[in-house]
């Protein structure tokens, strides 16, 4: 029989991980979904949580976990040339204008994101750009140039 060589984790460690997981996980799966569809997203998700299962100590001082494990779930993610958004019959989701998933695949990672995150789950901008590792006026533009791209492809003009 092998020993692990890594002492065990006592219930408090437990504990203060089970709190951050469950602070961290809806937002950093949310973010990555955005990024690379439902099922990368969701695998990028458990990547990175089980990941940050070893420095558990180190993760529960960093200012923003949800950025820096969205760096860890693309960098244990295999990139695709395209993100997909997630279609899943089963679900029960109010309409949606048939054509959005469709201009939703034709803007750029960035713009997807950015709009996805502010509009669809009411991120803020200073969030985004934490999570992106960018600046605010770099997420505005992403939102202002995806969104302008959004209504061309859906003929909506702004009110």
């Not at 048939?98 to 995150?117: D, E, I, T, Y």
Request: glycine share 8%; hydrophobic share 40%.
């Amino acid at each position: 029989m092998i020993e692990s060589r890594e002492p065990r984790p006592t219930l408090a460690q437990a504990a203060r991980f089970d709190d951050l997981f469950a602070n961290v996980e809806p937002r950093l799966r949310r973010a990555l979904m955005a990024s690379y569809g439902f099922e990368k997203g969701r695998e990028a998700t458990a990547e990175a949580l089980a990941w940050g299962w070893e420095p558990r100590e180190h993760l529960q001082g960093i200012d923003n976990p949800v950025a820096y494990l969205f760096r860890v779930g693309q960098s244990k993610t295999r990139r695709r040339r395209f993100g997909l958004i997630p279609v899943r019959a089963e679900w029960a989701e109010p309409w949606v204008e048939p054509k959005l998933a469709g201009c939703l695949a034709q803007l750029s990672r960035n713009q997807r994101v950015a709009v996805v995150l502010i509009h669809g789950y009411s991120w803020t901008m200073s969030e985004v750009a934490d999570l992106l590792g960018v600046k605010v006026t770099t997420v505005q533009n992403h939102a202002d140039r995806g969104l302008d791209r959004l209504r061309r492809g859906l003929g909506v003009s702004e009110l």
